[in-house]
């Protein structure tokens, strides 16, 4: 999964002390869009609505799955292993259960789990990156070296001996053990960026204000934290998911509650494969896919919302090519369209 | 120097963490399935194996914390790590032993092929930005987001079910006797070939990402700028000052994200029936044999921290201002 | 105050060679030509114009300050005459003409990829602002300049380049073993002074530098800006020196050029610019800053801060922070002339409609007379 890989990086990015662009000129330009709102701005990319589009569409399966569903999920029927039809529109399984029942009432396990995982680790990250990079010193040594040891230790594994020695695995416990294991990377990446706001001048002046700790953590700290939360918080949730999904598909878990996971656990358990049952593995995946697609967009909007070098200018690759630019770092493109103005 | 001693310590306190994890997990956990698990095989299991299991998983509630925590350390270092009952009666240790060369065979190699390849993929896509090579972003948008396992399960029912260039399930043909032999080793290649490719396909967008926002990044520090302004060959520029750069912090965020890149692949091999770990674990999961799962998972973490301490090292030699005295 | 001004006596500058005054002959023997460069900034429907028809040129062996605030568009027109100027900047126009030893012009905007790789560094070097990135932080020292030595000669083997790039260091004052040094191992002089041997390794005619000085501290400063009036002399190289600090200028530049919202505003002898400028803002400028030498003067800021480049109408764009401007300023964007000061030294020139009373009259204007402090001689 790349997301967290990119949490990190950009966490990495801002960490540094803001790079002086190259020329006067280069500052320019983002001052010039400083104007705008910056929310709107968030909304106005592409990337980010789309991925926000998606997940609304999720939330709402969420919300009315189990009423919309036309059949009850656990039902069996004569129509077994059915190919989509219009009365199955994902197929049977072989105990002629609805896939596409399944996976909409399976909607709201994964959201839920996705959702509160992501709230509790999210919350864990902010205590502890925050914490660390505020205090430094001793503190920041041993909450730095915590976060690295649940970064180092491989989550799945561990989730599953969690999960598997739990005597009953609801979705809520599910939760809350992949949120133990898996805040560690946003409170890396919130220590660095803290760490870094730190030593700007607007907290110094704060701190020699004599404001108190609490209030420049919650009144200048935070808000300006707020894009890498989000992002940290995005991340997890994506994690959680494939987490949750992950465990169910190895057979830990209420397999009573539907989720996406499940419906693959029994898919791969009654050899859909080898049926060539295809319909029984394949809407669940692309479920997944979309899904984290969407975290992904969402989160890549984040990132050139607050990085604006990663901005691709794919988008405009067509009309750029069409005036002969080819951006490129060390070869400036030369097009001579200047209006002779001044002579 | 300093750098690699305090790394050294961070690895041997993650192991120490891990270890003292794996010891707490069944204390805390509410009820003692094994203590179930004993009476079942009981006149089965011999009283050392018996006394071993009792250490590793709180049994003993005569001897104090303290006094189980030493006696779990020192089977720990002993390489006793329980009875498996799934496997009864093999040794845990045993059972991982069998397995560990298959999962570092298909994991290793496939994980490694996938950083390569996406690392120079991504320093491709991030230095020629703007041009067709961003279409390939979301391509690769979308193999990050789906689970490994379910890209095994279409991998199966293309190329297996339907195309049956390769096999579904197993390491090797079982006809054949484990031996060094050209037959065995093509076989097992040929097993191989698919989860390997799988495992490349879902984790090397994630490299992919990465080298290239690296790319982006460091392609506008000053002295990739310099080294155009010298005139250097484009490739001297892309591979000597560029990538070169890039590529530090993409070996760090491999050594960090190797506990879940392994977490992801240790599930192919039971999507695969691959008699690595994972499949183990998963048998183990399944058998609830607590035992297994928890040597497993502690054999897990030491694995990466290894793999850690490799790509530190790797990392020490690529950045000259690690070696820094002082 | 016991500081000497320059002018008083010919030997009482330290810094400026003898032949300071005579080396003043730009036009007569150019190397570097820059005509019309237009240069924007961001490739969408609206970009920013951060250069607008400039014209410079650089006489052999001449060293040229360019001067102005932070955004002037000084080093976008340093980058931009060499390519360099990073996404998304975008060269809209003009002429970059180069001379070389035997007399031929090429204009490096029309060269292709392989012709400016090799025409980089071997004709013209550049020496970045803050030597801190400068650098790759993952090679040494040594195979850095050898790598651009190599490049332009394929032939040397890399013990060759080695030893050359010792004598660079050895030239800029650094002994030659620190070849085996990371970048991070040396202070931020000793970068510089790398990056000026690197810049010197190919004997180019023509060193630009840009904010070579800023991030050093003032002893440092000196050092390096004396370290190249002596290089200069000694090798022959025609520099383009920019910086905001024109004090620094005046001590090292034959000829100095104050740019202003991505135009040329004022171009003249150095000391001309320090005790006679003709433009209002060169003007303000020069009394933004302390003399580094010569009588102690009122420093005054400049009121105003510049002008948003991508709001920028007709007329001229200093007009709302000059203290002489005039009705005609908001019609007509001046162009650079010859000073309407009699007795003015012929090459210079000014763009203010002060000195330009035909421009106003066009425009139906009446034209107003030249400031007093506009016109002392």
Redo the contacts between chains.
Sequence with gaps: MTIDINIVEEGEELAKPSQAPMTGAVSAAPGRRRGKRPKLLFLRNSKAVAGLVILAFFFLIAIIGPWIAPYDPSARSEDVLQPPSWEHWFGTTHLGQDVFSQILVGTRGVIVVGFVAGILATAIGVVIGVTAGYVGGLGDESLSVLANVFLVIPQLPLIIIIAGQLPSVGGVTVAVVIAITGWAWGARVLRAQTLSLRRRDFVEAARSNGESTWRIITAEILPNLTAIIASGFVGTVAFAVLSLITLSFIGIGDTGEWNWGTVLYQAQSQLALQRGAWWWFVPAGLCIALLGMSLTLINFGIDEFVNPRLRSTAQNARSLRKRGIRPRIGFTPVVREAKEDRA | MRFFLRRLGFYVITFWAAVTINFFIPRIMPGDPVRALIAKNQGRISTDAEAALRTLFGLEKETTLWQQYLDYWGLILRGDLGTSFAYFPTPVADVIAGAIPWTIGLVGIATIISFTIGTVIGSGIGWRRGTWADSLLPISTFFSAVPYFWLALIAITIFSVTLGWFPASGSYDRSLVPTFSWEFIGSVIYYGTLPALTIVISSISGWILGMRNMMVTVSSEDYVTVAQAKGVSERTVLFGYAARNAILPQVSSFALSLGFIVGGTLIMEIVFSYQGIGYYLFTAVAAKDYPLMQGIFLVITVAVLFANIVADFVYGVLDPRTRQEG | MTLTDPLDGAGATSLASPGHLQRLTPSADPVLEIR?L???????DDP?H?L??VSLTLGRGEVLGLAGE???????LA??A?????????????EVLFTDRSGVKTDL??LN?TQ???????DM??V???AM????????IGRQIA??IR??EPKTTQKEALERAAEMLDLVGIAPDRLRS?P??LSGGMRQRV?IA?ALALDPQVLIMDEPTTALDVVMQRQIVEQIAELRDRLGFSVIFITHDVSLLIEIADRIAIMYAGEIVEDAAALDVYHRPRHPYSSALLHSFPPLRGPRRELIGIPGSPP???KLGGGCPFRDRCEFAFDACSKV?P?LVYPNVPGDDPRRSVACLRHDPAAVRAVGEEPLPVPAELSQT
């Design positions: 019309n237009s240069v924007d900034y961001g490739y969408d920013v951060v607008r028809q932070s955004g002037c568009g000084k080093s976008t980058y931009a060499t390519r360099l100027l990073p996404p998304p900047g975008l060269i809209t126009g003009g905007l029309r990829e400016l790789r090799a025409s980089r560094w071997q070097a550049i970045f602002q803050g990135n400068s650098l790759n932080p993952v090679y040494r790598d651009g490049a332009h990371y991070h191992e990056m690197m948003d480049l991508s964007n162009e």
